[in-house]
């Protein structure tokens, strides 16, 4: 084979892959993503409908598609799960350096506790010959929806990206996160059955950009014990529970937080179910070096003006230390207070002021 045709994707169908919304294509995958691992090399999905189980991916190679999936419906190159006792679809521990783009992923809400896209690495990774110990995960460009369990669940990763994506519909969270340094840009995380992203072991070191979080119903983003957290530029709408909920995990509190330039909309809507102070918009408790400004909120209720109005409340803190929680905007912010303060903060060291707005008043 010539050095041009070994560069060259290895197309699923030449291994078997029907890719007609019937056959089991399990093993034809995975005999094109094991031949592609010798290379490195990229595995193409044409347009199609693959059934399968769990399936094992490699290090150094690329699953590409064609990324034409909506909102709602899964088109283009669709994995479907066919399997309630596999763990998930794509599990991708060990595969450093693999790319997921273009693809949509269907669990039909199989089983219990599957998830779409998986790592499980116990302990974190190892540090090879060369002094590396990364994943370098990406996924671009895909759809990972309908899954008895996470969305994408990164359980023990060092270095992740994932861009340009949707994950919804999953009935635990859209991302669950253990580890350390990733990128989570320009994604759909929506109507998940617990978080948007989630993350309640050792969790650190993420950049959070442009994301729409909506509809979620525990809440859009609760990190418990976190640092190293830029939350920047996103719209959270509809959240369950408080758009934004950091508490401490055990005694390790979520420290060096930027939260800025974000919309929340709606929040709470399940928060009466949940209890607490989860009827608000962000909900802040035992962090230490936390900057919080120039986000925007505002009350709402579903669509269609059906449903109860949210949040009762605004911004609910206690617990603070070496924290700056400033010029925030609530028109219509809040039902019954713009902001709540649970004490115990550290007062010479925490700042909490200049958040202006308006409670919302229904017409009786």
């Known amino acids: 084979m010539s050095n041009d045709h070994a560069s060259l994707p ?18 034809a995958i995975q005999t094109a993503i094991d031949a592609a691992a010798e290379g490195p090399r990229q595995v193409y999905f044409p347009a199609g409908v693959y059934p399968c189980s769990n399936i094992q991916l490699r290090p150094h190679i690329t699953l590409a598609g064609c990324a034409t999936w ?14 309630d006792r596999a763990t998930s679809l ?18 039909q809400h199989l089983g219990q506790g599957i998830h779409g896209i998986s790592v499980h690495t116990h302990p974190f990774p190892k540090f090879d010959e060369n002094g590396a110990g990364d994943d370098d995960i990406c996924i671009d ?94 719209f959270f709408d509809r959240s369950g529970g408080p758009a934004i909920q950091l508490q401490p995990r055990d005694v390790e509190p979520c ?3 930027t939260i800025t330039g974000n919309i929340l909309r709606r929040s709470g809507a399940h928060g009466a179910e949940l209890g607490g102070y989860a009827n608000s918009h962000l909900f802040l408790e035992g962090c230490r070096g936390l900057v919080c400004t ?15 109005f949210t949040p009762a409340y605004g911004i609910v803190y206690g617990h603070l230390q070496d924290c700056i929680i400033k010029d925030n905007v609530l028109h219509h912010g809040a039902l019954q207070q713009l ?7 550290n007062e010479d060291t925490t700042i909490i002021k200049d958040n202006v707005g308006s409670l919302m008043k229904l017409q009786r």
Request: aromatic share 10%; with cysteine.
């Open 255 to 257: 420290h060096t937080f």
């Open 70 to 83: 909506t909102y709602w419906y899964f088109k283009g190159s669709v994995l479907v799960l066919n399997d």
């Open 294 to 308: 120039g986000n925007t909120m505002s009350v709402g209720q579903d669509d269609g003006e059906q449903g109860e």
């Open 10 to 27: 290895l197309n699923v169908r030449l291994f078997g892959a029907a890719g007609d919304g019937q056959t089991d294509d399990t093993t």
């Open 339 to 345: 902001v709540v303060d649970l004490g115990n903060n």
């Open 141 to 234: 460009q895909s759809l990972v929806r309908n899954f008895s369990g996470d969305g994408i669940h990164l359980d023990g990763i060092w270095v992740f990206t994932i861009r340009h994506s949707m994950v919804a519909n999953n009935l635990e969270n859209g991302i669950y996160f253990h580890g350390f340094d990733g990128y989570v840009l320009a994604c759909w995380l929506s109507a998940n059955r617990k978080a948007g992203y989630g993350a309640d072991q050792l969790n650190a070191s993420v950049t959070m950009t442009a994301n729409r979080i909506e509809w979620n119903q525990t809440g859009g983003i609760i990190i418990r014990g976190g640092n190293g957290y830029n939350i920047t530029g996103n």
């Open 90 to 107: 794509l599990d991708a521990t060990g595969a450093k350096g693999v790319v997921i783009d273009g693809l949509a992923l269907d669990g």
